[in-house]
Structure formats: structure tokens, C-alpha cells
């Protein structure tokens, strides 16, 4: 615990959904100590539609993207509760929010309002479209942010096709999130100085995920993509059938080389001097043509056994798996890549993408409990008599899927 | 360094911090060396140079960055300055072209390395102990050198050599089968998804390393890995897989929330979102629609309950309106709208042109081009905007300024094709 890199740093987390919580998670998965704000009365919508016994505590979802923090709720419109946030943050490194502009301010929880309470706190606001502009105050969720940002329009099964969502909008914006929070608190070591991160989930989609594209587009006025999946540069890339149901495999051609050892591997050895197919711009010509010839090797036979057997051949090639398979999957269990949570509580999580020697990241605990937390932050943190501690009346515990 | 003996004293006055914010990048005085290429580490060290970092990025000669050769091509004309991937991954970094064959390029190298905080790589597992530039080996040289290895399948394990490209981490990760259509094939991501989700996690892993290094801590080695980078992408998803058995597959985008996805309109596809769910009653007759009014769609759980006959009831006044029109309509209600834009529409965004997301940059060889800026604002600390190195640009500047080679050592050097 003591070796994580963030042990030692306090966040009060205000924000909710799933952007704002993914970079959370990630700083809580480091060693931050997360304090995760809540609304009894209005829970985030991961904690689902209903309250009887208390479901709202047991959903795998809220235990996974929510873990690694603690949970305390409090009204910000009552005066009382409202100053046990101001003495969080007075203790705290960090405080991050992702509502729409201006609803923090109105709340007199802005920036400056912190600042005054914290002269070096770090604030992460992380609304959709950003803390300034005519869209400001604007609400956003993936599945309106992918479509308008323009990152939707470059996946499709071809130019003609509808154009389908690759559901990462909120992901990438919660990764970069922590990542801005990570340069501040470097910074401050350094210098002592707080400051304020204005991130627009927007431009961090734009960014992060196709800015290559939209260079494309101011520089040549062109968009190669959406091309299926088929690859801007090497022919031929695919999706193949294999055996079975709903079974696939994928394997890109990257060089004449592979090709070659790739007409081996079918048992078509003439197809190496068929001029058709002899360099990479002929194979792009005639990719319907390969593409058949492929499904034709590929449909009798287990994807994962063509995967091994174009790999040996140094061909990059890859079994789809399902989500079933993922979490059977020998190369990710081999590494270690799934955890128990160390409270005790059942189940495997995923883990986290990164490893080093000496960090010990794990999932220290499940997602909390709704107010589970609110006493202990109370006497432990703050000092206080349990009795300022929040009570959590189950009967004013409402959902995201209530009417107003 | 007298930027951090003066911290060392004590926290500075705040007139003397803010003199000092006022010029600073965040990662100002942060050293990289840069042996990455194709997408996923040159995100990672763009993202690094931009906060202010100094990133070296060694490009091996002659031909440097791969990507250099890769496509598309400014005017569509092939050219190692004209690749437009590659002009959006690099900027603000120098060019050091070293031949890497040659034993001397190895040594000016590791030179280099000593001298660094942090080296990014991202070729195959096993490719830098081949260059004799193992974590062990850099180590020695250099103890406090935070190392990050970006792969497709990670340092270790039975994949650890397998070969990746996007598409082959996508669909090892779940993330194809979840994408597309049921009835077709799995989807690829059209954007290098899982190359930049990991190289973001590569950026978050070496920021953690030198936080946590400035308490004193030595170096470390990093491994991330694509496929675990995509993975955690649909993390709820496969945690409802680890705890509950439930496989979710790809459902043509279906949203289980009503209405939660795009529906046709006038002039293209609107994204119709009935959330915040509390706004819905107060926005619904903007539909002009009274059955929807109906108990039956008062909650949301209703609406999903009697979905197809929902959907058929928004369709008329939908048919009936553009998508711009459509969308500012539902946020005036609080429900969180969107619209289908083209490139060309996210061009003309009047929410980027207000924020000035787009700013133009000038490069030698291919002109002016507009770009995206920051990906996000720090208060006191700005980002760096600036063009991608030509091929070698900075080479003898490096060398000479940060290793002190004389004029003469880097004639000798380039003689011999080192350099």
C-alpha cells in the first residue's frame, strides 16, 4: 500500500456517471485516497433504477468503475453538510467535478471558492463541452458526445454504411482526466502550486482518439476512413469466419514478406506470383477477391488454432474473443491480469493496464456502499463527533430514473 | 537544479510562485528520451512534450519513424516530412537520427540516456535487450530513469511475442465483439482506439513514476499493455461477465436506456437522449406528441418497456426538423442531445471556434496546418503548440548542447554514418 505512487494523496471526487469516475478510479487504483461525493437523493445512474434492499449497493458495474474509493453522501444545499465539504477539501490535494459549466459555481464550489478554502488545491472540472463557450452549460453522455465530436463518423462497415458507435467516449475522457490530474500534482510537487484544469470531454475525444484524422481533413480536405476492417496501408487486414458460431479471427498483411508466408499457410503457393496479389497496392485492388479466398482457409477451422499457426509465421492475427473468453483468456490470467478485491468480497475484477516493479496496485476494495463512509470520514478525517456525520434516511434515497 | 534547490527551502510566496507559474510548463526541465514510433508511444511522449517536457525523440537512420513513411501524405505526395500521422504524433519534440547498427550510435544513445528521467519505447518485447538497452542494463547507468514500455500484449506472458496491430488487440480485448452489427462480422474501430487509450496509460504510468521518484524513490521499469489497455475500456462490461456470467455482445448500438441513441431526421441523424432522465416529463412536448404524454412512458422504465411503439411516436416530429436544431432544442430542455457531425462539421464547430481548440502551426516543408491545441487547459501552466521535427533536425543540437560533442566529434561522427 505504502509503495503506491499516489499513496498520501486526498481527492474529494464530486463528479458522477462515468467519465469522471474512470479517472477516479484510476488515481484511487494508484493509492489516492478517493472520497466520493453522493447525492442520496439523486444517485449516479450506475447505481440503476431501483432501492429496494438496498440493490443499489450490488451492482458488479458501480463495484468496478467506482473501486478504490469511499463513499460519503452529502446535500450541498444543506449549510451543515455543505461545510463538511469545505473541511474535506481543506485536507484535500485534489477536488474534480464533471457537471455541466457553471452548475459548481452556482453551488458556490467553483475553483476560486476552493482556492480560498485550499490556496493549492488542484480542481479538475471535466464538463462535456468544456467550462467557457456557447455550449458550455450544455449536457453531454458517450452516446451524444461520440456522434457530435465527429469521432462516430469514421467507423462504419463501408463508406455507405450507417456509421457505428465504438462506445469509448467516456473512457477516454475519465483516462485523460487522471492524466491532467497526475501533471498537476507533479507540478505541485515541484513548485507548491495548485491550479485549475478546464478539460471539454469535446476536444479530449477529438484529440485523443482521431486528431490524426482531423489533420487529414484541414490538410488534404480528405477522410480516409471509415474502411470497415480493412486497414489505410496494408491489404489485406480483415475479419474472417471461422468454425463454429459467431466465431472470427482478424490477421493484417503488412509487407510482401507476410503475404508470401500467408499463401504458405493456405496452400495456395501459386497465389505468390499471381501478379494480382504480388504487391501491396494489387492486393488492395483485389481484397474482395483475397477476402474469399481467406474465408475459404479460415471457415472449417477454430480461430484460435489459426491464430497460433499464422503467428508462428510472424503474421499478426488475432482470435475475436468474446467477453467470456477475455476472462478466460491463458495470456491475461498468466500475467496475473485478474484480482480478487482485498476486502474479502467475492468475484474477479479486471485489473489495470500498467505494472512496474515495487507497485503494488490492486483493487483494495469494491465499489462502497452508499454513505458507507460517512462516519469514518467524519472522525477519522476530520476530527469530528460522529454525531456530524450524515444519516442516511433510506427513505429519501432516490434514483437517476426518477421523475423530478 | 536551482528550480528544485529553491522548492528544497520550503514552499515559495505566493507573489514568488505566481512570478514563476507565469513561465513554467508543468513539465518543464523533465528530460525524454523517445525511442517510440508508429502511434502508441508517440501519443504518449506528444502529450509529455506538450506539458513541457524535453523530448528527444531517436530516430533511427535513415529513415527514421516509420510512420514517416506511412500514409496519408500531405498533397498525397510521399515524403519522410509529409506524412500527416506523423505530423500530428510528434509535435513539439527534436529529432536526433542515430544509426543504431553502429556501436558509436548506441553509445551516443546511451549517453543520452544517462542524462534523462524518463525513456519511452514501444518496440517489440525483447528488441531493446537486443540493443543491449535492457531496463538492467540503462539502469546501471542511470538509477533514477523511469522506463516505459508500451507493447501489445505486455513484457510478459504467452502473447508476450505475438505480432499486434490495432485491429489485433481490439479483438483480443472484447472491445470488436462488442462492436457492429449481430447479424454481420465484428467491427474494428475506425481510429486507433486501443493504441491511444494505452498510450495515455503509458503517459499516466510515467507521470506516477516521477511523482512518486521527486520523494526520493529510484527509477523503475513500466510495462503497459494495449490489450489491457482496451480491456479496461469495457470494464463494466466484463466485470458484469466476471461477477454475473452475462456475455454482452455487439447489438447494432442499441442503448438499454429509452430513447438513447440516433434516430433519422430531417437532414442527417440526431442523437436523441432522454437523460438526465429527471428532465424528461418537463421536455417531452417538444415532440408535439400527447400520447407520448401517455402513463405508460412516464418513467423511464415504461419507455423501455414499450420501446418500438416509444420510438415510433418521435419519429414524426423528427422527420420534420434538422439535427443542429434538434440538438439545441433538447439541451434548452436539460436532456443531453447530440447530433451526427461530419469532419467537416467538427471543423466549423462553433464550440471549438469559441474555444479556440484549432490552432495553426507552421513547418518548414508542408506550410501552415491547422491542428487540434490542448487537450485541455491548466490554469497556470500552458501547453506547448508547436510542429513535428524534420527527419535528424536536432541532432547536432543535441549532441552538442546536452553531451558537449565538439564540431569536430559530430564531423567524425557523421563521417562515419553514426549521425
Redesign the interface.
Known amino acids: 500500500m505504502s509503495d503506491l505512487?499516489?499513496s498520501g494523496v486526498r481527492i474529494t471526487d464530486l463528479t458522477h456517471y462515468?467519465s469522471g469516475p474512470?479517472a477516479m478510479r484510476?488515481l484511487g487504483d494508484?493509492g489516492a485516497d478517493v472520497i466520493k461525493i453522493e447525492f442520496a437523493r439523486?444517485m449516479c445512474?450506475?447505481r440503476g433504477?431501483f432501492t429496494k434492499d438496498k440493490v443499489y449497493d450490488r451492482h458488479?458495474?458501480w463495484?468496478?468503475?467506482n473501486r478504490n474509493k469511499r463513499s460519503m453522501t452529502l446535500d450541498l444545499k444543506d449549510p451543515r453538510q455543505r461545510g463538511i465539504l469545505d473541511d474535506l477539501v481543506r485536507i484535500s490535494d485534489v477536488v474534480a467535478e464533471n457537471s455541466r459549466g457553471g452548475v459548481m459555481k452556482a453551488l458556490g464550489a467553483g475553483?476560486e471558492d476552493f482556492k480560498r478554502i485550499k490556496?493549492?488545491i488542484i480542481m479538475l472540472s471535466?464538463p462535456?463541452?468544456?467550462s467557457?463557450?456557447?455550449?458550455?452549460t450544455?449536457?453531454?453522455?458517450g452516446?451524444?458526445?461520440?456522434?457530435?465530436?465527429?469521432?462516430?463518423?469514421?467507423?462504419?462497415?463501408d463508406k455507405n454504411d450507417k456509421?457505428?458507435?465504438?462506445?469509448?467516449a467516456d473512457?477516454?475522457s475519465g483516462?485523460?482526466g487522471?492524466?491532467?490530474v497526475?501533471?498537476?500534482?507533479?507540478?505541485r510537487?515541484?513548485?507548491?502550486?495548485g491550479?485549475?484544469?478546464?478539460?471539454?470531454q469535446?476536444?479530449?475525444l477529438?484529440?485523443?482518439?482521431?486528431?490524426?484524422?482531423?489533420?487529414?481533413?484541414?490538410?488534404?480536405g480528405?477522410?480516409?476512413?471509415?474502411?470497415?476492417?480493412r486497414?489505410?496501408?496494408?491489404a489485406p487486414?480483415g475479419?474472417?469466419?471461422c468454425k463454429g458460431e459467431?466465431n472470427?479471427i482478424?490477421l493484417?498483411i503488412?509487407s510482401d514478406a507476410e503475404w508470401q508466408a500467408l499463401c504458405d499457410v493456405l496452400r495456395r503457393p501459386e497465389m505468390k506470383n499471381d501478379t494480382r496479389f504480388r504487391t501491396r497496392e494489387s492486393r488492395r485492388k483485389n481484397h474482395d477477391e483475397i477476402d474469399k479466398l481467406i474465408e475459404a482457409w479460415t471457415s472449417g477451422r477454430d480461430k484460435r488454432e489459426v491464430m497460433h499457426v499464422l503467428?508462428e509465421r510472424?503474421?499478426?492475427?488475432?482470435?475475436?474473443?468474446?467477453?467470456?473468453?477475455?476472462?478466460d483468456?491463458?495470456?491475461?490470467r498468466?500475467?496475473g491480469?485478474?484480482q480478487e478485491a482485498r476486502d474479502g468480497t467475492p468475484?474477479?475484477?479486471?485489473?489495470?493496464?500498467?505494472?512496474?516493479?515495487?507497485?503494488d496496485i490492486r483493487v483494495r476494495r469494491r465499489g462502497p456502499d452508499l454513505g458507507g463512509d460517512n462516519a469514518r470520514v467524519v472522525t477519522e478525517l476530520l476530527g469530528r463527533p460522529v454525531e456530524d456525520a450524515p444519516v442516511l434516511n433510506e427513505n429519501d434515497v432516490g434514483t437517476?430514473?426518477?421523475?423530478? | 537544479m536551482e528550480f528544485r534547490s529553491a522548492v528544497n527551502k520550503g514552499p515559495p510566496s505566493m507573489t514568488r510562485q505566481s512570478d514563476m507559474l507565469m513561465t513554467q510548463r508543468a513539465l518543464e526541465k523533465v528530460r525524454v528520451v523517445d525511442l517510440t514510433q508508429h502511434s502508441a508511444g508517440p501519443y504518449c511522449t506528444k502529450l509529455l512534450a506538450g506539458f513541457g517536457a524535453e523530448v528527444l525523440k531517436i530516430e533511427r537512420r535513415p529513415d527514421g519513424d516509420p510512420m514517416r513513411g506511412r500514409g496519408p501524405f500531405f498533397e498525397d505526395r510521399e515524403g519522410p516530412e509529409r506524412s500527416i500521422p506523423f505530423l500530428w504524433l510528434n509535435t513539439g519534440k527534436k529529432s536526433v537520427a542515430l544509426n543504431l547498427e553502429d556501436g558509436r550510435g548506441v553509445d551516443v544513445l546511451k549517453k543520452l540516456i544517462a542524462k534523462a528521467d524518463v525513456l519511452v519505447e514501444n518496440f517489440a518485447p525483447g528488441e531493446m535487450a537486443k540493443l543491449g538497452l535492457g531496463f538492467d542494463t540503462l539502469s546501471a547507468i542511470n538509477p533514477r530513469l523511469v522506463m516505459t514500455s508500451i507493447s501489445s500484449f505486455g513484457q510478459t506472458g504467452p502473447y508476450r511475442d505475438f505480432a499486434g496491430e490495432e485491429i489485433t488487440t481490439y479483438a483480443m480485448s472484447g472491445c470488436m465483439d462488442l462492436t457492429g452489427d449481430p447479424a454481420r462480422e465484428p467491427l474494428a474501430s475506425g481510429p486507433a482506439s486501443t493504441q491511444y487509450t494505452a498510450a495515455m496509460w503509458g503517459y499516466i504510468a510515467t507521470l506516477a513514476a516521477l511523482f512518486q521518484r521527486e520523494d526520493g524513490g529510484g527509477g523503475r521499469h513500466i510495462d503497459v499493455s494495449i490489450q489491457e489497455s482496451a480491456l479496461d475500456n469495457i470494464e463494466m462490461a466484463l466485470a458484469e461477465r466476471l461477477h454475473l456470467g452475462q456475455t454482452a455482445k455487439r447489438k447494432n448500438d442499441k442503448h438499454p436506456l429509452v430513447p438513447w441513441e440516433l434516430f433519422s431526421c430531417k437532414d442527417g441523424q440526431a442523437a436523441v437522449i432522454g437523460g438526465p432522465m429527471r428532465h424528461w416529463l418537463a421536455a417531452v412536448d417538444m415532440f408535439e406528441e400527447p400520447r407520448l404524454r401517455g402513463t405508460k412512458f412516464a418513467h423511464a422504465l415504461g419507455r423501455i418497456e414499450h420501446r418500438a411503439e416509444f420510438e415510433e411516436l418521435i419519429r414524426p416530429w423528427l422527420s420534420r426538423h434538422g439535427k443542429e436544431e434538434i440538438f439545441h432544442m433538447g439541451q434548452s430542455r436539460g436532456l443531453a442531445f447530440g447530433y451526427m457531425a461530419s469532419l467537416e462539421e467538427t471543423r466549423a464547430c462553433p464550440q471549438h471556434e469559441s474555444r479556440g481548440f484549432f490552432v495553426d502551426v507552421e513547418h518548414p516543408e508542408v506550410g501552415t496546418h491547422r491542428h487540434c491545441g490542448a487537450p485541455f487547459h491548466f490554469s497556470d501552466t500552458p501547453w506547448r503548440s508547436a510542429r513535428a521535427p524534420r527527419l535528424g533536425e536536432h541532432t547536432r543540437c543535441v549532441l552538442g548542447e546536452t553531451l558537449g560533442y565538439s564540431a569536430d566529434d559530430l564531423g567524425l561522427l557523421h563521417d562515419a554514418g553514426v549521425i
Not at chain 1, 195 to 200: H, R
Not at chain 1, 400 to 404: I, K, L, P, W, Y
Open positions: 505512487p499516489l462515468w474512470h484510476i494508484l439523486r445512474v450506475l433504477a458488479p458495474r463495484h468496478q468503475a475553483y490556496p493549492d471535466m462535456a463541452y468544456g467557457t463557450g456557447p455550449w458550455s450544455y449536457a453531454g453522455v452516446g451524444a458526445l461520440e456522434p457530435t465530436c465527429g469521432l462516430q463518423a469514421l467507423t462504419a462497415y456509421r457505428r458507435r465504438i462506445k469509448e473512457v477516454t483516462i485523460m487522471a492524466c491532467a497526475l501533471t498537476a500534482l507533479y507540478h510537487k515541484r513548485t507548491g502550486g491550479q485549475w484544469i478546464d478539460m471539454s469535446l476536444e479530449i477529438s484529440h485523443s482518439l482521431f486528431g490524426e484524422h482531423l489533420l487529414e481533413f484541414m490538410m488534404n480528405t477522410q480516409t476512413l471509415p474502411l470497415g476492417n486497414h489505410a496501408n496494408y487486414q475479419c474472417y469466419r459467431d472470427w482478424v493484417t503488412r503467428q510472424g503474421i499478426a492475427a488475432g482470435a475475436v474473443a468474446d467477453l467470456a473468453e477475455v476472462a483468456d491463458a495470456h491475461l498468466a500475467r491480469y485478474f468475484g474477479l475484477y479486471p485489473g489495470v493496464p500498467i505494472s512496474a516493479s515495487g507497485w437517476a430514473f426518477d421523475n423530478e
